[in-house]
Every structure is written in structure tokens, then in C-alpha cells.
Nanobody
Framework: QVQLVESGGGWVQPGGSLRLSCTTS????????MAWYRQTPDKQRGLVAI???????DYADSVKGRFTISRDTAKTTVFLQMDSLKSEDTAVYYC?????????WGRGTQVTVSS
């Protein structure tokens, strides 16, 4: 059974930083593109950042310049470094692995940005 294990969520004040991690198996990590999505309190889920196996990345406009997605091959882990956090970044963040029509999701980790 494929597992995506997320960690690193929590509470932070506006302007602060958090780093999310998503660890999976070596087979998934080397084959699937990896991405972070988030679901806001109003239940809208959208793409935050994506990284291909080649290392090419893309970001939602709302996080460009503030968030950085990266991958560590030795740890088979994808990271999302989130800086200059805003209250509107509050959401449940999900890790996703995708290859063709096959998609796997993690269980999500809560990120709350408030003063």
C-alpha cells in the first residue's frame, strides 16, 4: 500500500515560516511527480506547488516568491518551505504523488497562520 506521510504543520504568526515534509517509498519518489495542495476552510482545494522527477517546479501565483518546493532523493522526501506566511495561507496541506492516471494522497497536515 502506497503511503505519503506528511509532517511539519502547526501554528505560526503572520510573517513566520514553516517547513512541510512528505516522505514516501523510493519507487514512488523516483517515478511520480510530487506536489503540495491545500484545502481552505471554505473547502476549496488547490495546487500550491509541484516538482517533477526532473526537478522542474511550478507554483501557484499566490505563493510565488514565498514558498519553495524541493526534493531529497536520499530521504525520498519532498519539502515545502513556506516563508512570509499570511493568514490566507491557513489550510490543510496535502501531499500528492501522480503518474499518468494514478494518484496518491497523504492525509494532510494543518497549517494555521494567525496572531
Amino acid at each position: 500500500q502506497v503511503q505519503l506521510v506528511e509532517s511539519g504543520g502547526g501554528w505560526v504568526q503572520p510573517g513566520g515560516s514553516l517547513r512541510l515534509s512528505c516522505t514516501t517509498s523510493g519507487t514512488i519518489f523516483s517515478t511520480f511527480s510530487m506536489a503540495w495542495y491545500r484545502q481552505t476552510p471554505d473547502k476549496q482545494r488547490g495546487l500550491v506547488a509541484i516538482i517533477a522527477t526532473s526537478g522542474v517546479t511550478d507554483y501557484a501565483d499566490s505563493v510565488k516568491g514565498r514558498f519553495t518546493i524541493s526534493r531529497d532523493t536520499a530521504k525520498t522526501t519532498v519539502f515545502l518551505q513556506m516563508d512570509s506566511l499570511k493568514s490566507e495561507d491557513t489550510a490543510v496541506y496535502y501531499c500528492r504523488a501522480a503518474y499518468g492516471w494514478t494518484t496518491y494522497w497523504g492525509r494532510g497536515t494543518q497549517v494555521t497562520v494567525s496572531s
